[in-house]
Structures are given as C-alpha cells and as structure tokens.
C-alpha cells in the first residue's frame, strides 16, 4: 500500500514538474502564445463580424432595355424594389454592360430584347435574359432569385387579368392552384453567418492547437530541449506523465478558449444557439482531447518551427468542406470520408452545429460523441508510441555525445602525460 501511494505521489510531482515547464514555455515563446491566446481570441470576432449581415443587400445590377416599353419599365421598377438588387446603371447595348461586370462596379446584367412586350401583347412567350457573375454565389443568389420573384409576379397579374375571375379567391385559385409554404427549420434568419459560422469555430479551435503544439515542439526539437524529459521517463510509466502534463497545460488553457469560442461568439453576433450548456460542455470535453492528442502527435513529425505553419494553412480549407457542413456529407465522396474521420474537427463541427442550431441533445449525436472518444483513446496511445521513441533516440544520443566526452578527456590526459 505504501508503495502505491508513492507511486502515485511521484507520478503526480512528475506531472507537475511537466505541466510547469510546458507551461513556462508557452508564456515565454510569442509564437506559441499568438496562436493560443490571440488568435482564438480574434479569429472569432473577425469571422462573426464579417458575416454579421447574413445576407447580401442591394446588390448593383445593370439593366439593358431594348424594349423601353410599359411592361419593361413595370419589370424595372419592382426589381429595383426588392431588397436584394438595386438597378445601378442602364445601358444602351451589352457591351457597355460588360464592360462595367468586368470591373466589378456591378454584379449582374437584366437585358430586354425590343420585342419583350410585342410578344406578350400578341399571347405569345416573352424572354428576359439575367447575366449574373458567378464568382460570388450570394451575389448570383440575390439576382436571380429577384428577376424569378418578379417574373412571376408579373405572370401572375396577367393570369388575373385573362381569366375573367369575378372573385378574389378565384383570382388565387388561378394564379397559385397549389400553394407552397416555405418554412426554413434550422437556419431560421436563412443567413449565411449561421450557416458558416459554427463549423469555423470549432475549426479554429483544431488548427490553432495545431500550430502552438507544432510552434512548441519545433522549438524543443530546434533547441534539443526533450533531453531534460529524459531522467523522468526512466520507466514505461514515466512516458504517460509526460504526456499527461503536457496535455493538461493545454486543456487547462483552451477549456477557456473553447467556453469563449463556443458559448461567448455566438451570442455576442446573436447566432442560433440552442445547445444545452452542460450537454455541450459534453462535447467539448472530448473534442479538446482529441485535438489535444492529434496535435501533440503530428508535432512529434515537426522538424522545424515553420513546418507546422505550412501544413495547417494548407489543410484548413479542406478539413472545412469534409466536415460535411458547407458542402453536403452525402455528395463527399466515400474515400474522402474515410480521410476526414482522421480529424477531430470532422466529428466536432457537426456534433457542435447540430447541438447549437438544430437542439439536437447529446443522444442525438451519440455517434460523433463515441468517434471523438475513440479519437482520445487512438491519439493518446499513437502519442505516447512516438514520445517513447522520441525520448529513446533523444537518450541515445545523449550517451554517444557522453561516450565521445569520456574519449576526448581521455586522449587529453594521455597527451598532457606524454608531454
């Protein structure tokens, strides 16, 4: 019993010591500081805030009108009305129109033929061309949503007025036989801020542990720091105090990142957030261990500081579209889906945007909350495999270098006593 609870006494200073000196070693490297304090920090607001409007308004559009008719100038004035477009400019051919889409001074282009209204007059089918720029999918959205919504309302008017209807209700019987009722279920302000908002939080929170671990470890590896870990793994044992203190420096710093990421940002921009606090606490508990452990084991592979920089810029856009939010999970092909449950932002982010917008509970996503779990465990144990080989190497090189001392003191000595 006595040697049990010094073991365990021993483990517990050990993790200690560790967890000081990781500690110490964030608070002294900028570098490491930026990406886990100021980043998540501003990274959030600055998403938030830029997709604050939800959706565009008052997109500029140039209208074209061969017609300069009674019917094109009705068309005109209620495009001009929605709140999505703004008839910008008006030009006299396509050309000119072009000309002002290519330097971006308008996104669209509304062209009546001269023969727009003749055609309607003579009970035959009438055209209205929209040229939209299609760099910007919610600038194409609002143009040609508009020029639908007009179209018909137009198309409904003449209905009325051919039907010879003597009520209202026949006049909505004619122009709407089956109406349809459009009920947004989950993104009620159908912005695109709640659609896009919650997977890049939880993603900032993955990629910017990638980077200070990364940033951390380079730096060690750079400055051969791993050799003062060595007189304490003298034991198997001793390897999961190291990583054990280590990790719990860095859920101990973002259990606060993830609390202001995740609970603070969304109310502050006043997003959906219907997630029970301690079901989604849940969630989080998990997912920072997971990305905890992922990312100490992708810095046992940083050589350099720089490294991890490169790798995390370049895999963030991906990881965004796998997560199966911005891009529907049923389009992503099987073989990427098999890649993307390599990452914990995969199972996170859509846990994380069905808890917080669709009120789904934890049962709810019990399949990604056992992933994340399985995540811990697979990471953990893969971390504590290369830290020990890490820590062999680092050892070995330790007693060359000693042994290569010894020699050199003793050809020294051999030399000062021939001399």
């Known amino acids: 019993m006595y040697t049990f609870l010094k073991q365990i006494n021993e483990g517990v200073h050990d ?72 008839v910008a400019y008006k030009c006299n051919d396509m050309e000119e129109a072009k000309d002002l889409v290519e330097k971006q001074i308008a996104h669209g282009i509304l062209y009546f033929p001269s023969d727009f209204e003749t055609n309607v007059l003579r009970m035959e089918q009438s055209h209205v061309s929209v040229y939209c720029d299609m760099s910007l999918m919610l600038t194409y959205k609002a143009i040609y949503s508009t020029a639908t919504a007009v179209s018909q309302s137009i198309n409904s008017e003449m209905q009325i007025k051919l039907s010879g209807n003597y009520t209202n209700r026949e006049d909505e019987i004619t122009t709407k036989p089956l109406a349809v009722e459009e009920v947004q279920i989950f993104n009620a302000t159908g912005g695109y801020g709640n659609f896009i908002i919650p997977p890049v939080l939880m993603l900032i929170l993955q990629q910017t542990l990638l980077l200070g671990i990364g940033l951390s470890a380079g730096t060690a590896r750079e400055n051969n720091r791993y050799k003062d870990l060595v007189p304490i793994s003298r034991h198997y044992n001793g390897l999961f105090r190291i990583v054990g203190g ?64 490169l790798l995390v810029v370049f895999t963030s856009i991906p990881l965004l ?33 069905r808890m917080n917008m669709m009120d789904a509970t934890l049962s709810d996503v019990r399949f990604e909350y056992q992933a994340l779990w399985l995540h811990v465990v697979i990471y953990f144990f893969a971390t504590c495999i ?34």
């Open 15 to 86: 993790m200690c010591y560790i967890w000081a000196k990781e500690m110490k070693s964030v608070v002294q490297d900028e570098g490491v500081l930026l990406f886990f304090i100021v980043v998540p920090i501003l990274y959030p607001i600055l998403y938030s805030w830029v997709y604050n409007n939800e959706v565009v308004r008052e997109v500029p559009v140039v209208v074209v009108d061969m017609s300069k008719s009674q019917l094109s100038r009705q068309f005109i004035r209620q495009y001009d009305a929605s709140p999505d477009t703004k």
């Open 246 to 309: 280590k990790s719990l420096c860095y859920f101990m710093i973002y259990s606060v990142m993830a609390a202001y990421v995740c609970l603070v940002v969304p109310r502050m921009f006043h997003f959906t957030s219907l997630a029970n606090i301690w079901e989604l606490i849940g969630v989080l508990v998990p997912y920072l261990l997971a990305c905890i452990f992922f990312g100490m084991f992708v810095s046992c592979f940083v050589r350099y500081r720089e490294n991890v920089i």
């Open 321 to 353: 579209f796998l997560t199966g939010v911005s891009w529907p999970q049923s389009s992503i092909p099987g073989g990427w889906q098999g890649v993307s449950w390599i990452f914990p932002s995969t199972f996170g982010a859509r846990a994380y945007v």
């Open 386 to 419: 290369v830290y020990r080989y890490q820590l062999l190497h680092t050892r070995h090189h330790a007693l060359e270098r000693l042994e290569e001392m010894k020699k050199k003191v003793a050809t020294a000595k051999t030399k000062a006593t021939e001399s």
